[in-house]
């Protein structure tokens, strides 16, 4: 059965972290897509309700829904902006979606971005200008992930969710 694993929410929360994590645990034929990566590395545009990011991501969702036992999409993906992004999800893994939305602090995401190698790629005021607030999607039931949770804790809660069903 083919499983999407969705992890959104602000810069510097620890999303590409644990999904990178999720990755390795998962195992072969686990897909990792990354809205950084296809955005800025593959295509190199901005990021908006219209980037020319959102056909790739739809493809890419389509390429692992029929080619990976278990997608893992990852990024900001503000929600009003991915909405066809998030429909498209529901049409091809139906009840088969784990989504977690990151609920954390602004404070404590730049604290987390002192610890990542972009760090001096931009800074704490980028990022506030990159900022959305309890950005939750009407579309996906999502899981709130708090700064209280460890990386390991993130993890083992998504896997144990998706090894469950």
């Known amino acids: 059965m083919h499983k999407l694993i969705v992890l959104r929410g602000n810069s510097g929360s620890g999303k590409t972290t644990v999904a990178k994590e999720l990755q390795k645990v998962l195992g072969s034929n686990t897909m990792l ?6 955005r800025r590395d593959m295509l190199n545009v901005k990021d908006g309700k219209d980037t020319l ?3 790739l991501l739809m493809e890419l969702l389509r390429y692992g829904r029929n ?5 893992i999409l990852e990024g900001i993906l503000v929600a009003d902006w991915y909405r066809l992004l998030f429909e ?3 049409e091809l893994y139906g009840t088969n979606i ?3 939305y990151y609920d954390i602090s602004f404070e404590e ?3 987390r971005h002192q610890t990542r190698s ?4 931009f800074g ?3 990022m506030k200008s990159w900022w959305v607030d309890k950005d939750y999607s009407e579309i996906l039931n999502e899981v709130m992930i708090t700064e209280s949770q460890s990386k390991e804790e993130i993890v083992q809660e998504i896997y144990n969710d998706i090894q469950n069903k």
Do not use: F, M
């Not at 897509?33 to 296809?38: A, F, K, M, T």
């Open 109 to 111: 995401t730049i604290k």
């Open 118 to 121: 972009t760090r001096c790629e």
């Open 33 to 38: 897509i990354s809205q950084d990566v296809i």
């Open 98 to 100: 784990y989504a977690y």
């Open 53 to 55: 990011a959102i056909p």
């Open 88 to 90: 498209l999800a529901v």
């Open 124 to 126: 704490e005021k980028t």
């Open 67 to 71: 080619n990976s036992e278990v997608v």
